[in-house]
């Protein structure tokens, strides 16, 4: 099983971001997705999650400006991120999750950072 989280650069505040995480070995349409950054020095926490049925929450810091979608013919899921702030630079990683059968992948993560 793979997470692959691609799609992190260097971007000046305001800008835009697309993350994706491509999903290897696993049937990624039973998994629930979850994106979490880490910023230096800080705890790892909750930005975005989607559902296996595409319903959709996100972290208070970030809505209104990050978009999660999936695409499960693809296995993968997508971050799109808008309206770039220097705080929300970090280090980016995908999980999937299929907690019916207690099934955890984390992906490596992606680094993301905003310039001011």
């Known amino acids: 099983v793979q997470l692959q989280a691609s799609g992190g650069g260097l971007v000046q505040a305001g800008g835009s971001l697309s993350l994706s995480c491509a999903a290897s070995?696993?049937?990624?349409?039973?998994?629930?997705v979850g994106w979490y950054r880490q910023a230096p020095g800080k705890q790892r926490e909750l930005v975005a999650t989607i559902t296996r049925s595409g319903g959709t929450n996100y972290a208070d810091s970030v809505k209104g400006r990050f978009t999660c979608s999936r695409d499960n013919a693809k296995n993968t899921v997508y971050l799109q991120m808008n309206s770039l702030k220097p705080e929300d630079t970090a280090v980016y990683y995908c999980n999937a999750e299929w907690s019916s059968y207690n099934k955890n992948y984390w992906g490596q993560g992606t680094k993301v950072t905003v310039s001011s």
């Open positions: 070995g696993i049937t990624f349409s039973l998994y629930a």
